[in-house]
């Protein structure tokens, strides 16, 4: 069974600077797929970024990038130039490839965003 | 993205009753799931939502507890049966897009609290 494991219950970071927030997971598997999820408290789940993992380079969506080292099994998410809408709950999650895309989460890092 | 609407967005219920939540989405989709996430905790998968046979249930989660029904490719339901204060949680549906499997995107998720 896969497992992902984060390892920061908490972090912050300064409104403008740069935080990165890690993620490693265990899988016998050679072809899945890596996501983070933001949840505000508002609870909505949004999708920040994916990563397919038959590829070598790191994903980007503006702001947001990854660091995916398939070897080590580790995929740590980088937010440049934070804003005080970027606290939340990021949870780092794993799928299969195939039809049936379940998703297994890791426990979540809370990001505070301080002034 | 797909829009997702659930309902209801909160309630409170007491011990032995049961609530169905709806999830509804604007357009058709391959797969749909039922996720909890307990007070202050990760995300757990519930089951996967078939269309029009019956829901696959994880290990933990049973069919008498937690009947869903699937009856077409844009709605699902999800019942929590004779319910107890350790049901309290969130609970959110997600979908996998038909010609975007591996990517879920959640619905705002329910709040339900049983007294």
């Known amino acids: 069974a896969q497992t992902v494991t984060q390892s920061q219950p908490e972090m912050s970071v300064q409104e403008a600077e740069t935080v990165t927030l890690s993620c490693t997971y265990d899988?016998?598997?050679?072809?899945?797929?890596l996501f983070w999820y933001k949840q505000p408290p508002s609870r909505q789940m949004i999708l920040v970024i994916r990563?397919?993992?038959?590829?070598?380079q790191n994903a980007t969506e503006n702001r947001f990038s990854v660091n995916f080292q398939k070897a080590a099994k580790s995929f740590s998410l980088k937010i440049s130039d934070s804003q005080l809408g970027d606290a939340a709950m990021y949870f780092c999650?794993?799928?299969?490839?195939?039809?049936?895309?379940?998703?297994?989460f890791g426990t979540g890092t809370r990001l505070q965003v301080t002034l | 993205s797909a829009v997702i609407s659930q309902k209801p967005s909160r309630d409170i219920c007491q011990r032995g009753t049961s609530l169905t939540i709806q999830c509804q989405v604007d357009?058709?989709?391959?797969?749909m799931f039922w996720y909890r996430q307990q007070p202050g905790q990760s995300l757990t998968l519930i089951a996967t939502?078939?269309?029009?046979?019956?829901?696959?249930?994880e290990s933990g989660f049973v069919i008498d507890k937690f009947p869903i029904s699937r009856p077409n490719l844009t709605f699902s339901t999800l019942t929590v049966s004779n319910m107890s204060p350790e049901d309290s949680s969130i609970y959110l549906c997600?979908?996998?897009?038909?010609?975007?499997?591996?990517?879920?995107?959640f619905g705002p998720g329910t709040r339900l609290t049983v007294l």
């Open positions: 997600s979908v996998a897009r038909t010609d975007f499997t591996d990517t879920q995107y």
């Open positions: 899988t016998s598997e050679s072809d899945y797929y």
């Open positions: 990563q397919e993992a038959y590829k070598q």
């Open positions: 999650a794993f799928s299969n490839t195939g039809t049936a895309s379940k998703l297994t």
């Open positions: 357009s058709q989709v391959t797969m």
């Open positions: 939502a078939n269309q029009g046979s019956e829901a696959t249930y």
